[in-house]
Each structure stands twice: as structure tokens, then as C-alpha cells.
């Protein structure tokens, strides 16, 4: 069974920071996790960042490039740190595996698992 756990979100200040991990348990061989996306109340889905297996490829969405680094432990794990912080970056972060990395990671339906989220409220 596949499980793949968030953690790290909180409440801060605008300004601040907060590392998300991610992991993984139970992935089928081939598969990945490599992908962040949020979700604001009212808001579609958003890719937010993405890292390629051997982590030599990332990318971010425009809003939060400059300010959030994502990267890699091994297949099962990732993280992504967040500095500065803006109240738009409130959100509900989730992390997703996929067997296939498009050219950027932030094709929401190519991730086939995804994990209950984390929620990051940025207070102004």
C-alpha cells in the first residue's frame, strides 16, 4: 500500500520560513515522488515545484521562484524549503509520485499518488 506523508507546514509571519518533507512508502518500482502542488480555498490547483529523479532538473511555478528550493534524498523523499513567505503562498501543499518526469514536473495529471497535504498559513 502506498502512503505518502507531508509534513512541516504551520502558521508564520510573512517573512519567514518553513521546510516541507515529504515521504514515501510503499511506491511501485519506477515510480517517484518528485512533484509539489498547493491549493488555496476557491483556487484550482497549482504546480508549484518539481525535481527530476537524479535531481539535476528543477522548476518552479513563477510566483515562488527566488524564494523556494526544492530538493532530494532519495526516490521516496523530498523537500521543499520555503523562505519569505508571502500570505499568497497560503495554501494546502501536497506532494505527489509519478513514474514519468514531463519537462518540468508540474503536470498534475501525470502523478498517479498523492499525499493528504500540509497546510501553510502566512499571516501579514
Known amino acids: 500500500q502506498v502512503h505518502i506523508i507531508e509534513a512541516g507546514g504551520g502558521l508564520v509571519q510573512a517573512g519567514e520560513s518553513l521546510k516541507l518533507s515529504c515521504t514515501a512508502s510503499?511506491?511501485?518500482?519506477?515510480?517517484?515522488?518528485s512533484g509539489w502542488f498547493r491549493q488555496a480555498p476557491g483556487n484550482e490547483q497549482e504546480g508549484v515545484s518539481g525535481?527530476?529523479?537524479?535531481?539535476?532538473?528543477t522548476f518552479y511555478t513563477g510566483s515562488v521562484k527566488g524564494r523556494f528550493t526544492i530538493s532530494r534524498d532519495n526516490a521516496n523523499m523530498i523537500y521543499l524549503q520555503m523562505n519569505n513567505l508571502k500570505p499568497e503562498d497560503t495554501a494546502t501543499y501536497y506532494c505527489?509520485?509519478?513514474?514519468?518526469?514531463?519537462?518540468?514536473?508540474?503536470?498534475?495529471?501525470?502523478?498517479?499518488?498523492w499525499g493528504q497535504g500540509t497546510q501553510v498559513t502566512v499571516s501579514s
Open positions: 510503499g511506491l511501485p518500482s519506477g515510480y517517484e515522488v
Open positions: 505527489a509520485a509519478a513514474n514519468v518526469f514531463d519537462h518540468n514536473g508540474l503536470t498534475a495529471s501525470n502523478y498517479k499518488y
Open positions: 525535481i527530476n529523479l537524479a535531481a539535476t532538473r
